[in-house]
């Protein structure tokens, strides 16, 4: 079973930069592994047929839908007292050491640090506090995760991946801020990143990774706790 890891992107289309489709692109392109699509405002046609948009720019597989119902999919987060669905292969949950975990594969712990998307939710953990709480399940880091030292402060403290919304969703440059926040995350573990190529009418990706390294994306492998490098 893998579960997510590296940098994962929470949707929030009100804050978006962008048409969402097109700022999710970016941000896989410049290093989200997995993306979470919340929007759980819209009505179950509208957000089916998101869903299906943004398969088509998220590596197979790497699609988490927010909530019980993973939308034709395989992925889904849950709520505190959301129930798990029967049948679904990969089933997260919020989590703040209380919540049953039982047909769990991964949480999320928040907030590490003070959110702007959230004023006044907390107190905030920090990472040294979010891996005190012992998650008996890998881990996402979540919550004002908007800087390269953040990241690789989550990463050091044993997080599988860091949860990021704000900082992605309202960022000019989607690719490069995903870029900057899975290289930080990365550079906790000395593992290879990519390097931003520009030239006047396009932008390519260079990876500089050391020999044995598993470069800056990806996902942990439960069954034999590797983590495991690349788009998937």
């Known amino acids: 079973m893998v579960t997510p890891g590296g940098l ?3 949707t929030d289309r009100r804050s978006a930069s962008g048409p969402l489709v097109e700022v999710v692109r970016q941000a896989v392109r410049g290093g989200a592994a997995w993306v979470v699509l919340r929007e759980k405002d819209l009505g179950y046609a509208d957000r089916a047929a998101l869903a299906t948009e943004l398969r088509s720019v998220v590596p197979a597989g790497r699609l988490i839908i927010a909530g019980p119902d993973p939308l034709g999919g395989g992925a889904v987060h849950l709520a505190g007292t959301d129930p798990v669905p029967p049948g679904v292969p990969l089933v997260g949950r919020s989590w703040h050491g209380v919540e049953n975990l039982s047909g769990v594969d991964y949480v999320t712990v928040s907030p590490v640090y003070p959110t702007t998307s959230k004023p006044g939710y907390g107190p905030a953990l920090g990472a040294t506090g979010a891996a005190e709480m012992r998650a008996p399940v890998p881990w996402l880091a979540l919550g004002g995760v908007d800087s390269p030292e953040r990241a690789a402060e989550c990463a050091a403290a044993g997080a599988a991946g860091i949860a990021v919304m704000g900082a992605v969703m ?4 989607p690719e490069w801020t995903a870029h900057e926040l899975a290289s930080g995350f990365s550079s906790a573990g000395s593992h290879g990143c990519l390097d931003r190529v520009e030239t006047a009418t396009t932008t390519s990706w260079s990876r ?11 996902g942990v492998e439960t069954a034999t706790t590797t983590s495991r490098g690349g788009l998937l």
Not at 170 to 173: F, N, P
Request: hydrophobic residues 40%; charged residues 10%; contains cysteine.
């Open 208 to 218: 500089a990774t050391p020999a044995g390294s598993l470069g800056c994306l990806g």
């Open 170 to 173: 309202r960022s000019t440059d």
């Open 8 to 10: 994962v992107v929470l």
